[in-house]
């Protein structure tokens, strides 16, 4: 996991410590029809499929998938067709891992 610089940690310690375990605070907004997720520390990552997306989102806890869940979108049902990307504020650290960070 990158580590949050200080700054980041200081402005949304209330939103730390609330945090639950192995999430870090993100946004995500839908970018045509993409999802663009950015992490508190600047990083950066584009999900341009809706199977990047639907994991992402069930990684994040945004949507519930059945035990045997296949990976499909559509088999998460009505709730991955109403889901609002902006609405996830938490996503898991291990997705830092492949995000872009911000260049100065």
């Not at 940690?9 to 950015?38: I, K």
């Not at 499929?49 to 992402?56: E, G, L």
């Not at 559509?74 to 492949?98: Q, T």
Request: aromatic letters at 10%; one cysteine or more.
């Amino acid at each position: 996991m990158k580590p949050i610089p200080i700054r980041t940690w200081q402005a949304n310690r209330f939103r730390l410590d609330l945090c639950p375990l192995g999430m870090v605070p993100c946004t995500v907004e839908g970018h045509y029809s993409a999802w663009l997720v950015t992490f508190d520390n600047g990083a950066t990552l584009l999900l341009q499929s809706d199977y990047d997306q639907a994991a992402f989102a069930v990684a994040c806890g945004a949507v519930s998938a059945p035990a045997d869940w296949d990976g499909t979108p559509s088999a998460l049902g009505p709730a991955w067709a109403a889901l609002e990307p902006s609405a996830i504020e938490w996503c898991p650290d291990d997705y830092l891992d492949v995000a872009t960070e911000e260049t100065p």
